[in-house]
């Protein structure tokens, strides 16, 4: 089961940090990913960005490269995505996933959250 936290609405250039919270063993594997998504009303869902078990490797889509971190505590189940200057475009509901593989695909996350939303006013 995967939770997560810290949506809102902000304003443009403002920030917001998620959080997604696992339990029932979605982090007990040794060689997966975890991911943030995005989804905006009209739109497919989209990688925003995935991080290693290790938490040493990660991807930015290229649309939020240089304004967005992502993390990880696997000591606490715990993924971040910290999002700075934010912008009217990255308003969507965001959700974290877990999956098996090194991968973009939302097809190949076998776990996710119920979504937060993110709202950025202009």
């Known amino acids: 089961l995967l939770v997560e936290s810290g949506g809102g609405l902000v304003q443009t250039g403002g920030s917001l940090r998620l959080s997604c919270t696992a339990s029932g063993g979605t982090f007990s594997s040794s060689a997966f990913t975890m991911a943030w998504f995005r989804q905006a009303p009209g739109k497919d869902r989209e990688i925003v960005a995935r991080v290693s078990f290790s938490g040493e490797v990660k991807y930015y889509a290229d649309s939020v490269k240089g304004r967005f971190t992502i993390s990880r505590e696997n000591a606490k189940n715990t993924m971040y995505l910290q999002m700075n200057n934010l912008k009217p475009e990255d308003t969507a509901v965001y959700y974290c996933?877990?999956?098996?593989?090194?991968?973009?695909?939302?097809?190949?996350?076998?776990?996710w959250g119920q979504g937060t939303q993110v709202t950025v006013s202009s």
């Open positions: 996933a877990t999956g098996p593989t090194w991968s973009d695909n939302v097809h190949n996350y076998n776990h």
